[in-house]
């Protein structure tokens, strides 16, 4: 079946720096890849839909300079947090469309800013 | 896409089926109900899907109503690891509006399986 491959699974870093994500789907192409940030006891609020080749669309109140979207292959999409910051520490998902219907979903990254 | 009521959680016990409710009175003709489920620190995972008609796989069953208002995703001998917080989402097939059409989450309903 389609497979997301999100990594790192879990990083830590510190405030100031920056934080790459990776998204890769193993066994097909993706076109379109979504990002989503989930908090603590909340729900998945996506935060950009991204297509290969083309800039990202971000929603609405998401910077779109802090979170810098890249999704140069139909296999690979990342996300980078730059100037992290504590209030950025939360669950990172990403998910891309394998057919008509379905969406396939990372297994999240856990990032944790000091 | 329309909205989706769902209870903030439920339990049930272990061996026994469970019946997850999901309200969608603004859904239209064109809109699908997606289930998926989310265990705790994973990315969601796709359960089931369907228009009008009752669908069944091998994780689930979808029992739609005839004025398709409202559903019932049902487990039908539920585990500990059915666990999680299951997500009932109404919208129109990406075949309509692209691969770029979003999925949008709601707040879910919590299962919680006992031994």
């Known amino acids: 079946g389609a497979v997301v491959s999100q990594h790192p699974s879990w990083v830590i870093c510190k405030s100031g720096t920056s934080v790459k994500i990776e998204c890769r789907s193993l066994?097909?192409?993706?076109?379109?890849m979504f990002w989503y940030r989930q908090f603590p006891k909340q729900s998945l609020m996506l935060m950009a839909t991204?297509?290969?080749?083309?800039?990202?669309?971000?929603e609405q109140g998401v910077e779109k300079d802090k979170f810098l979207i890249n999704h140069a292959s139909l296999t690979l999409s990342t996300l980078t947090v730059t100037s992290a910051h504590p209030e950025d520490s939360s669950f990172y998902i990403c998910?891309?469309?394998?057919?008509?219907?379905?969406?396939?979903f990372g297994s999240g990254t856990r990032l944790t800013v000091v | 896409d329309a909205k989706t009521t769902q209870p903030t959680s439920m339990d049930c016990a272990e061996g026994r089926a469970a019946n997850l409710p999901c309200n969608h009175s603004?859904?239209?003709?064109?809109?699908?109900v997606y289930w998926y489920r989310q265990i705790h620190s994973q990315g969601p995972q796709y359960i089931i899907h369907?228009?009008?008609n009752n669908e069944t796989n091998e994780m689930a069953s979808l029992i739609i109503t005839e004025d398709r208002k409202s559903s019932t995703l049902i487990l039908p001998h539920a585990t500990l690891r059915d666990t999680a917080v299951y997500y009932c989402?109404?919208?129109?097939?990406?075949?309509?509006?692209?691969?770029?059409?979003?999925?949008?989450f709601g707040k879910g309903i919590t299962l919680s399986v006992r031994p």
């Open positions: 603004t859904i239209s003709g064109n809109e699908y």
């Open positions: 991204s297509n290969e080749g083309s800039k990202a669309t971000y």
């Open positions: 989402i109404v919208r129109v097939a990406p075949t309509l509006t692209g691969a770029n059409s979003k999925l949008t």
């Open positions: 369907g228009l009008k």
């Open positions: 998910s891309a469309t394998t057919d008509s219907y379905g969406y396939t």
């Open positions: 066994d097909f192409q993706a076109t379109t």
